[in-house]
């Protein structure tokens, strides 16, 4: 039968009783052509049928009983109770041993070497069950044959629908029978029913320009759209949330006007880390709880402006530009140590000297706003919220005349755009900032004031040695971006985050970034 023929077979069932259930159809089907081995096949035409609206369909269920692979095989060949009554009846004179021992014989020569049929299990079992029956009889002297005409499980296996409950009991126990789930359907007329397949008019799935000039549109009938359908998954790499969320902060960076700057240099020499800042070689922060020191090589080169070197020196020991100094005997051996960059302040810090060299050859500057986002490295001990690396958000705005309030309103207006539209500050100390604050913003899910960066402006001892004329300055703040992902993303330990114990499903599955708070 080919597919039309079966499609219209079916509907002309429908169309001639209204109402059809798929389990007599496929009888039906089956009686004419061996094309539709089971259900599921013809689950295959229906289904398709119901795609295009010209039948309906409803699923129902029911429990039935069937017969067990071991029950069809006493269906075909006779029950084992009814089987030892004819060897009892063939041989009368042989006593209980030498019954049983022919009865194993006898099962063999019937059901072959079969795993379902235990002959020894059997051979007590169908004694009992012949006696029950009254096809053997026993007394003292032994088995003698009884009445035998009929093989009655086996008649009752050829008519399990007429079961009475304790007789379908009892062969389920003996595993003749099984309870089964049977799923079918109702099968009704659809929408768009139609008693042939040929009078089935194909609903157009697509307007095309041709359409369009013709007029055809007006004509046809089209298909209707999906909106509930899901796009298909692309099987692609997935961005990690970290860089997700770094995407965003660069974006709302660009928007406001920031310059990115190139933080490929996670080694570091101290004298940028640390000197250039104004960070005191006794400062705690350089020890080896804090900062990574490189083994090979151990030094890096020279700095290239000696000048500028000379004056750092010179700042950190006697002071300059209204500072005493920090008055300690400065070590020059100490700025060449290599180390992992402990903050990218060590790049903004490059970033500025850039900018004094270029006025000092050009004798021009002008405001300039950078940001990079990348890591540093700091030695503290790993928990759930820190680790040994993290990624830092820096940014730094150049200009004349910027006082505090100018660096509370920039570090306002970058905050809100990353959805903290409430911060607050708190005075606190840096190196290299004075004034400096903590910057704390409100998180409304949480119902309080979290601490999500650090910001100043860079003092006079930093910038000034390096060539930034005296009458402009610069606002700064970092913050960490691992921070701001954990909340946008509610994970609750940074070693879900970054590190061995990351799972790939997490970052497959995770929603695309929308900073919020
Ligand atoms: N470098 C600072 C830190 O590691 C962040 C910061 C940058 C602070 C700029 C002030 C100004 O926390």
Request: aromatic share 10%; with cysteine; glycine share 6%.
């Amino acid at each position: 039968m080919e597919d039309r023929t079966i499609q219209n077979f079916i509907l002309q069932r429908i169309d001639a009783a209204g109402e059809v259930d798929s389990l007599t159809i496929l009888a039906e089907i089956q009686q004419v052509s061996q094309q539709i081995k089971d259900h599921q096949a013809l689950y295959q035409y229906l289904l398709s049928l119901q795609a295009l609206g010209i039948i309906a369909l409803e699923g129902l269920s029911d429990k039935r009983l069937e017969i067990t692979p071991e029950g069809e095989l006493y269906r075909e060949r006779g029950s084992p109770e009814f089987i030892f009554g004819q060897v009892v009846a063939e041989h009368p004179e042989l006593d209980r041993a030498q019954v049983t021992e022919l009865y194993q014989q006898r099962l063999l020569e019937i059901f072959g070497e079969n795993p379902l049929i235990d002959r020894k299990t059997l051979a007590t079992a169908a004694l009992g069950k012949a006696k029950q029956m009254g096809y053997i009889k026993m007394d003292k002297s032994g088995i003698h044959p009884g009445t035998i005409e009929a093989d009655q499980t086996r008649d009752l296996l050829n008519n399990i629908s007429e079961l009475p409950p304790k007789i379908a009991n009892d062969l389920k126990k003996r595993n003749m029978l099984q309870l089964v789930t049977v799923k079918w359907f109702k099968i009704t007329k659809g929408e768009k029913f139609v008693n042939d397949m040929s009078l089935y008019k194909k609903p157009v799935v697509e307007l095309t320009e041709e359409m369009m000039r013709s007029g055809e549109w007006q004509n046809v009938e089209f298909a209707p759209l999906n909106f509930e359908a899901l796009g298909q998954r692309i099987p692609c790499g997935h961005q990690h949330p970290l860089m997700r969320v770094r995407q965003e902060f660069r974006q709302i960076f660009m928007q406001m006007g920031f310059e990115e700057m190139d933080t490929s240099n996670y080694l570091e020499s101290s004298f940028w880390n640390f000197d250039s800042l104004f960070q005191g070689q006794q400062h705690p922060c350089r020890d080896l709880h804090d900062t990574f020191f490189i083994k090979d090589p151990e030094l890096s080169n020279p700095i290239a402006d000696q000048e500028y070197f000379e004056h750092v020196k010179k700042t950190h020991q006697t002071g300059g530009f209204g500072s005493i100094g920090l008055r300690y005997k400065f070590d020059e051996k100490i700025p060449l140590t290599n180390i992992l960059r402990t903050h990218t302040t060590a790049v903004s810090s490059r970033y500025l000297k850039k900018i004094a060299d270029e006025f000092k050859a050009t004798g021009q500057i002008r405001p300039r706003k950078f940001f990079s986002i990348d890591r540093v490295y700091r030695n503290e001990t790993a928990d759930a919220t820190h680790l040994s690396e993290f990624f830092q958000i820096e940014g730094f705005c150049l200009g004349q005349g910027y006082s505090l309030v100018d660096l509370m309103n920039h570090i306002q207006s970058f905050f809100s755009r990353i959805g903290m539209a409430e911060v607050e500050f708190r005075p606190t100390y840096n190196p290299y900032t004075e004034p400096s604050m903590e910057i704390y913003a409100f998180n409304p899910q949480k119902g309080q004031w979290l601490e999500v960066g650090n910001s100043g402006m860079f003092r006079p001892e930093m910038i000034y040695p390096m060539g930034i004329p005296e009458d402009w300055n610069v606002i700064a703040w970092g913050l960490s971006l691992e921070r701001p992902t954990m909340i946008e993303y509610e994970l609750k330990e940074i070693r879900k985050l970054e590190g061995p114990e990351v799972l790939l499903d997490m970052i497959d599955n995770l929603p695309i970034c929308r900073i919020t708070f």
